[in-house]
């Protein structure tokens, strides 16, 4: 079944009569069209029965009309603007009365404004993100692939700091390398390099910073090939770290470790969230553990389905998602381990197998 007919199954199931997409990465999922939001509107409707269509400006519209192969497309002129292709549009399939799924993370009220003008008020507009997030959540073959294709470029990065990693190196450094890597594989991306005390912060911002003897050194990296990302992190000792860091790091190891082999379809997010998370407040540092587990991933580095306690939505088969437990100790520093899982029968395989024990760089 198509991406287009699953859409319209749901979309009748939930009560729906059509669903209106804004340009973004729901678009690209659906269609391949890859466009985001401007002054100038655009959305895509696609209409339980009956033929999708777009509202798009007279610029773009035989672009799309290439690239979705949908032959309907109602271009409005810079001049005009595109309430009255908004309104011949809705009018023409029948749309008024009927019951809208909009995507209330994207849609803005401008486009909101227009439609509800163009159907004279009588209109009932839902959220269809649960939808789309339950179809992107479970990924085919071709986009586990495409993931792969990112975990090569994010690995082969790291496998370039660590040869690179010594005294003296600046953190901002081995940032541009990262990148550069990145693209040398194929890939768009790269990353933020954080040592030292200021790894207890989880989204630092990469600095200027020459790495030291004693600290750790956390580096998260992103890739996307062909739309797709990957998404590691792993953290570095630069010469001998105190003791209790690397109490610390094997607290995450083990936490981290746990919940790979332990996660599997069924599963809530909250569960699967709790497998590290009571295992880090049993060692103690449960209050250093200051964000959730995971996240989804696939077409966004941070998409549906979240790893957090009160997600109680199960997990498919299919499902991709990040575990990446850390603790964070202000004064001291930080550690986190982060892989790109992948659920399958049973179980779960790690998209990512960068080593994840400790390595201490001289």
């Known amino acids: 079944m198509s991406r287009l007919e699953t859409l ?34 655009t959305i ?91 179809m992107r959540a479970s990924k085919d073959q071709e986009e586990v692939a495409r993931m792969e294709k990112a975990v090569v470029c994010v690995e082969a990065a790291l496998a370039a700091a660590q040869q690179m990693m010594k005294p003296g190196v600046r953190e901002n450094e081995v940032s541009q390398l990262l990148s550069d890597t990145i693209a040398a594989h194929g890939g768009v991306g790269g990353g933020s390099v954080i040592s030292g005390e200021r790894g207890c912060l989880p989204h630092a911002i990469t600095s200027d910073k020459p790495l030291e003897n004693g600290d750790f050194v956390i580096i998260d990296i992103v ?14 000792a630069i010469g001998e770290p105190n003791e209790e860091l690397k109490k610390i790091y094997g607290i995450v190891y083990a936490a981290q470790q746990y919940c790979r082999e332990n996660a599997k379809p069924g599963m809530t997010g909250e569960e699967i969230d709790a497998l590290c998370r009571d295992h880090i407040t049993a060692a103690g540092y449960g209050e250093y553990f200051i964000h959730r587990t995971g996240h989804g991933l696939g077409l966004e580095v941070h998409e549906a389905p979240y790893v957090v306690k009160g997600n109680t939505r199960p997990f498919a088969v299919g499902t991709t998602f990040t575990i990446e437990p850390g603790i964070y100790v202000p004064g001291l520093g930080g550690v986190r381990i982060e892989d790109d899982a992948f659920l399958i029968e049973g179980g ?8 994840r024990e400790l390595i201490v760089l001289a």
């Not at 009748?12 to 391949?32: C, K, R």
């Not at 779960?348 to 080593?355: D, E, G, I, K, V």
């Open 8 to 41: 319209k199954k749901a979309l009748f199931h939930e009560g729906f009569d059509a669903a209106v997409i804004m340009p973004g990465t729901n678009l690209f999922y659906l269609t391949s069209l890859n466009m985001h939001t401007s002054e100038r509107v």
């Open 44 to 134: 895509a409707v696609i209409p339980v029965s009956g033929e999708p269509f777009v509202v798009a400006p007279l610029l773009e519209a035989e672009k799309v009309r290439r690239i979705t192969g949908w032959p309907t497309v109602y271009g409005w002129a810079d001049d005009e603007g595109p309430f009255h292709a908004i309104q011949k549009s809705f009018s023409e399939h029948g749309l008024k009365g009927k019951n809208l799924a909009c995507e209330y993370l994207l849609m803005r009220l401008l486009e909101y404004t227009y439609i509800k003008q163009a159907l004279d008020q009588d209109v009932a507009i839902g959220n269809a993100d649960p939808i789309l997030e339950s």
């Open 223 to 236: 890739a996307r090939y062909q739309g797709y990302a990957a998404d590691i992190t792993r953290t570095f």
């Open 348 to 355: 779960m395989r790690s998209l990512t197998n960068f080593p």
